[in-house]
């Protein structure tokens, strides 16, 4: 699957091949400022980051989708688009016309006195540009085409694998609904079935939040909603998961506030999201010493800290700083050993939802035990959600 790094090249390597008479930047993460061609055959006026330039992107900056006149007589386009990764956005800007000022001396007056003796290059160059606006325009169209569809297509990937997982809560309710009709151990699949139907639920609501352009975030959908209630209940879900790996769920006790405002589906499948995660890269313990899963609790000024600790597989330093393992069909690096299988949604679809509350989430993961060369290397992964007490 391609991941963002990915499509960002796919695009440059295209913008490059055709630079020097079309004039456009691919930015991710900061949407307020392009660099033109990422440094290819750009405009002098575009390179030397002049405080009226500054000024007009800031005042642009908010829009996903804008096309004006910056003070220099450039007609610049802005598209955005939800890249479906930690960047949040990836943006286009493009360079569309020029449309000459009589005030060019005038703003590159106040230019840094090392740059003032460019001032005459960049008067006499911005005098010769002749843009085609047409052909700028259907180029642009190309490049927004382009990444389109290499966007799209990651999602639906990342949604096709979701959709895998439809199959085993399915089948196994289909086989408890055939016992229940038959007669056959009618309350142990009555059990099952309900924990499976929670399942298929919880796998719907994950693919229309990635589907959704808005976090689907409404202040009137806010409860007060009891943590340590919806742990239990999440562990009562997953004590068989647990058990066949020999690890023990713990809660520790909260001290502060029990309860926290929150959208209490949203708030379910963060927590069901990183305790399923935290169970299913921990190592297998043994009859006699069983590993644990522990949720334990901090309070700060105005957030609940909910910690999910667990003892598996490496997280690297650059998944965790560079954000990579929040990113839509990122599965971490040692995270497919004894053939874990997974979508790499649960992250993604957990920090959205998590931001979307005003709350964060962070994560360490420490060698706790055994050998490096010998690949019996143990890290102790800590994923603390940071999650507001009161919502105004």
């Not at 006499?124 to 490049?143: F, G, V």
């Not at 647990?242 to 502060?256: D, V």
């Not at 299913?280 to 700060?300: A, T």
């Not at 060698?367 to 010998?374: L, R, S």
Request: proline share 2%; hydrophobic share 30%.
């Amino acid at each position: 699957m391609l991941n963002i790094k990915q499509v960002k090249e796919t695009i440059n390597s295209v913008i490059t091949k055709d630079s020097g008479s079309f004039q456009n930047s691919v930015v991710v993460k900061n949407t307020d400022k392009p660099h033109y061609n990422n440094g290819k055959n750009q405009f002098k006026i575009c390179s030397i980051n002049h405080p009226t330039c500054k000024e007009f992107y800031k005042e642009n900056s908010s829009l996903d989708i804008w096309e004006k006149t910056c003070p220099f007589g450039f007609t610049v386009s802005k598209k955005s688009y939800d890249t479906s990764t930690s960047h949040q956005r990836i943006s286009v800007f493009s360079i569309l016309d020029l449309k000459k000022s009589n005030r060019i001396s005038e703003l590159l007056s106040n230019l840094p006195r090392k740059l003032k003796q460019q001032r005459e290059d960049i008067v006499n160059q911005l005098n010769q540009i002749s843009l085609d606006y047409s052909i700028q325009k259907t180029r642009k169209k190309y490049i927004e085409g382009l990444l389109e569809t290499l966007l799209i297509g990651r999602i639906g990937l990342s949604i096709q694998s979701i959709s895998h997982q439809f199959f085993t809560p399915l089948q196994g309710a289909m086989a408890d609904l055939k016992n229940i009709q038959n007669g056959n151990d009618v309350d142990e699949s009555t059990q099952r079935l309900s924990h499976n139907f929670s399942s298929l639920n919880k796998l719907a609501t994950e693919i229309q939040l990635i589907l959704s352009t808005s976090q689907e975030f409404n202040l009137n959908m806010l409860r007060r909603v009891p943590v340590h209630i919806s742990v239990k209940e999440i562990f009562d879900g997953l004590s068989s998961s647990a058990e066949e790996k020999n690890i023990s769920l713990n809660q520790g006790y909260n001290h502060y506030n029990k309860t926290v405002d929150a959208i209490p589906s949203q708030f379910h499948i963060v927590l069901s999201n990183i305790i399923t995660n935290a169970i299913k890269y921990s190592f297998k313990g043994m009859p006699d010493n069983y590993l644990e899963v522990k949720v334990d609790y901090e309070q700060d000024d105005e957030n609940l800290i909910i910690s999910v600790i667990n003892e598996g597989c490496k997280i690297t330093h650059d998944e965790i700083s560079l954000g990579l393992i929040f990113n839509l069909g990122y599965r971490g690096i040692y995270s497919g050993d004894r053939q874990r299988s997974g979508s790499g949604s649960g992250l993604y679809i957990s920090q959205k939802i998590i931001n979307a509350h005003g709350g964060k989430i962070t994560v360490t993961s420490n060698f706790c035990g055994g050998n490096v060369e010998m690949e019996t290397d143990r890290y102790r992964n800590k994923f603390s959600i940071h999650w507001p007490v009161l919502i105004e």
